[in-house]
């Protein structure tokens, strides 16, 4: 199957999940996860119409920034590294793993050393996994607050990992949990902070994401399939 028609069939089964849930079309947007995968598959998929594309590694990101075309959304989605922000500064429309202070504290000054403010979205630990980033539940608030404060950074939402199950009714009470850690945020009404962003769901689970209220899906082998295009 093509990557065109793997991109129609995503989107056909983002737009079911989106009916089935009660939601307005077009809530939901395609993260197109396109770490290791070739400056060529990620252009294939642009020409389908594809606009949002994640990468996980500052130096693919930043090499196929500089080839691709700039109507790109690039998204940073993998753990991030504060020695490596500075090489990613301006070039990404969103980072969804921000999960420690020290991190917002560098995003917040490389993008004010080129005058912009840089979306982000916290990263939460639900499962508390020793092998994934994130904050806890009970840190979150606190973490918000401290990031709310930084004048180059915008708090859009919050994202999540769940564990890994085969199957994905698994992980659906992970997903409902960041729902209503979201829900609780609004609830405290952090000066400039937005809970419109809820970054969750994976290639085989993003359907139940949807359902619990996902806004943004990263989906990346099923999308350009498990092969590696090289």
């Not at 400039?192 to 970054?199: A, D, I, Y």
Request: glycine content about 8%; hydrophobic content about 45%.
């Amino acid at each position: 199957m093509s990557i065109a028609e793997h991109i129609s069939k995503i989107e056909e089964r983002i737009a079911q999940a989106v009916l089935r849930s009660g939601r307005e079309p077009g809530s939901v947007r395609l993260v197109a996860v396109s770490k290791t995968k070739p400056a060529a598959a990620v252009a294939e998929a642009f020409s389908c119409g594809q606009r949002i594309f994640g990468e996980n590694y500052v130096q693919e990101l930043v090499g196929k920034h500089a080839e691709l075309p700039g109507e790109i959304s690039w998204h940073f989605i993998g753990n991030l590294q504060s020695n490596k922000v500075r090489q990613i500064a301006g070039l990404v429309d969103l980072i969804h793993s921000v999960d420690r202070l020290s991190l917002a504290t560098e995003i917040d000054r490389q993008w004010g050393a080129i005058g912009k403010v840089c979306d982000v979205l916290i990263q939460v630990n639900i499962s508390r996994e020793a092998t994934k980033g994130g904050a806890t539940s009970e840190e979150l608030l606190a973490l918000v607050q401290e990031v709310a404060r930084m004048p180059n950074l915008r708090v859009c939402g919050l994202m999540t990992m769940p564990p890994f199950f085969d199957d994905p009714e698994g992980a659906r009470p992970y997903f409902r949990a960041l729902k209503e850690l979201a829900k609780e945020l609004e609830a405290a009404a952090v000066p400039g902070v937005e809970m419109r962003e809820l970054s969750m769901g994976m290639s085989g689970d993003f359907e139940a994401a949807i359902e619990e209220g996902a806004t943004l899906v990263r989906v990346g082998s099923a999308l350009f399939g498990e092969r590696e295009y090289r």
